[in-house]
C-alpha cells in the first residue's frame, strides 16, 4: 500500500501492525495480518484492500440476520435499552423531509432504520439497495419490488432521491471518493446525502477492524467530501456516538460552504498515532496479564468487536461474556454463553471489559451490585 486513498500522498510504513489472525466488524477470523496506514497530509487512516472482497460482502458479510427484531444495543436511556437503528431513525426523522420524499438507503442490509423511520413517516416512498441479496427477505412486506435493487444501482434512479443514506458503508469501500460520487450522482437538485462513519479518534478500536478499510477523521472527511463534488452542511462527532454524522449536497447545489467545518490536520493525525500507540501497548498488557495467572476463571463483559478482540488474545476461553442487550443474553457469542452481569457465575475471578478503553471505567462504574465476591476488573486502560 502506497498512496493515500483520499490525497494520493504517499504513505509511511504501518503505523500499526499486528500478525495474523484479523479480527473483522462481524468478530470473525481472517487469516491476514492488521496493519494501519495513517497519512501525514490529510489525516486520513487506511488499512490494505481486503483480499476477495466482492465476495466477501456478498457470501461472509452478514449482520444482525439472527432474526427481524435483532438489532445492536445503542444505549440505556431513562433505564430503557436504545438500539442503533432507532438512534438512526431519530436523527432522520429530525431532518424534516418534505411530503411524500423520496428516500434511498443505501448499503441498507436489513433496511430497519429506513423502516423504522416510516413508521413516524408512512408519507416516504422508500428504495433500498445492498450488495447482497441475504437481506431481500426482510424488504418484501414494506418495499417495492421496482424500488428494490442488489449489486447495481439502476440508470432509472439517477438524480430522482431527495435522501440518500448509507449508514457506516464508507469505511468499507477500497473508493470513498468514487462511491461518494456514486451517490452524490442519486440525488435530486436539492437533495442530500446523509451518511455515519465510524469515529476512530473517540471510539479507537475501529482502527483494528480490519475490513474497515477506511478510518476517516474530520479533516480526511472534509477532504473526501470535496474530492467528490459534495459539500458537508453537517460533520458532527456528537450526534451518535462513536461515529461521524454528515449531512451533504452537491457542489452545484450550495456553493463552496464547507470552510465553515474546522478542523487541524496536524492534531487528527497527532490523535490517530497515539491511539495506535496505545493498542501496541494495550496488546502487550493483555499478553503480559494473561502470563500472571492463564488458568483464572475469565469473563469479558461485552459480547462485541472489543470482547472479540479480547476472546482472540486469552489463553483460555473466557467463561461467558456479559452483556445488557437483552437480543445476546442466552445466546452464544464464538462459542461462549452471553449472560446479564447479574448473572456473572461466583467463580469468575477476572473480567476483561471489552468495551471502548475510552468509557469503560464510566460504563461500569456500578460494577459493585453485581461483580462476583472475588473477581476484579482489568481495564486496557490501564496498560
Known sequence: MNECRVCGALLPNPDYSASAPALTSIATHLAIPTQIYVCRNCGHGQSPDLPKIQEFYDTQYRISLQSDQHDQLYEVRDGEPVFRTQ?????LAAMKLPLQARVLDFGAAKGTTLRTLLQARPDLRPSIFDVSSDYVTFWQDWVPESEQAIHHIPAEWQGRFDLVTAHFVVEHVVDPIGTLQQLAGLLAPAGRLFFTVPDPLGNTGDFLVVDHVNHFTTSSLIRTCEASGLVPLTLAGDLFRGAYVVIAEKLSVSGSRSGSIQCDVASDIHQALEALAFWTKAMDFLDDDQGKDSQAPTAIYGAGF????????????????LD?????????????????PEECPDSVRRIYPGLNPSHARSILANADGWLPPHARIHFLADA
Open 324 to 340: 445488557r442487550n437483552t437480543y445476546l443474553q442466552g445466546r452464544d457469542y464464538l462459542g461462549v454463553t452471553v449472560v446479564a
Open 306 to 321: 472489543y470482547g472479540a478482540l479480547i476472546a482472540a488474545r486469552l489463553q483460555q476461553p473466557p467463561i461467558c461474556f
Open 87 to 91: 438512534r438512526q431513525a431519530e436523527m
